[in-house]
């Protein structure tokens, strides 16, 4: 499990959303999770603080192995982002790249990555025909955008949403 974050680390460029895409594909492929049980877990890590993709990790070698997994996945996470940060310091040392070129190529890149997270996001929402997840994402959208409200109260507001009608779908309550 820790080469697989650690893969994941090597090949995911842009911060957590940008690379969900890729660990959404990796997790289940390698069947540490369910697609189910992998909504929940990047629900739980987008309500805690930090990265998410880190707290992704995290939250897996948890759930697989207790603390030393929880230790050994986000470890192995990020040691690829270190090895990138001296090996670029290194080449732009040596061969005095243009940085600023190079930040404009990673940028698109990101965007693209992000851009596909989204649809496979949105995917199970269309397919599935969740009309009240595609609401509250619409509600979380627009107030995202019209408002000036902290995210963090957004994602809570979205989250106590979502807990008080699933309460109501599934017990009546």
């Known amino acids: 499990m820790v080469f697989l974050f650690f893969e994941i680390g090597f090949i995911s460029f842009g911060g957590g959303w940008a690379s969900l895409g890729i660990i959404k594909q990796l997790i289940i492929e390698n069947k540490l999770l369910t697609e189910k049980a992998l909504q929940d877990a990047i629900s ?7 990265p998410v993709a880190v707290n992704l990790a995290t939250y897996i070698g ?9 230790f050994l996945n986000t470890l192995f996470l990020v040691m690829p982002a270190i090895i ?3 090996t670029a310091k290194m080449f732009l040392k040596k061969f005095n790249l243009n ?5 404009k190529s990673l940028r698109l890149g990101t965007v693209v ?3 596909v997270t989204f649809l ?3 995917k199970p929402i269309i397919i599935e025909k969740n009309i009240i997840s595609a609401i509250i994402a619409l509600y979380a959208l627009i107030l995202f955008i019209k408002t000036k409200i902290d995210p963090i109260y957004i994602i809570l507001s979205s989250a106590i949403i979502g807990m ?3 309460s109501y779908v599934s017990y009546g309550l």
């Open 120 to 122: 496979s996001v949105l």
């Open 164 to 166: 008080v009608i699933f």
């Open 84 to 86: 990138y940060y001296y």
């Open 99 to 103: 940085k600023n070129l190079l930040m």
């Open 44 to 50: 739980i890590s987008q309500m805690t603080p930090g």
């Open 62 to 70: 948890y759930l697989k192995y207790g603390l030393p997994g929880a």
């Open 113 to 115: 990555l992000i851009s």
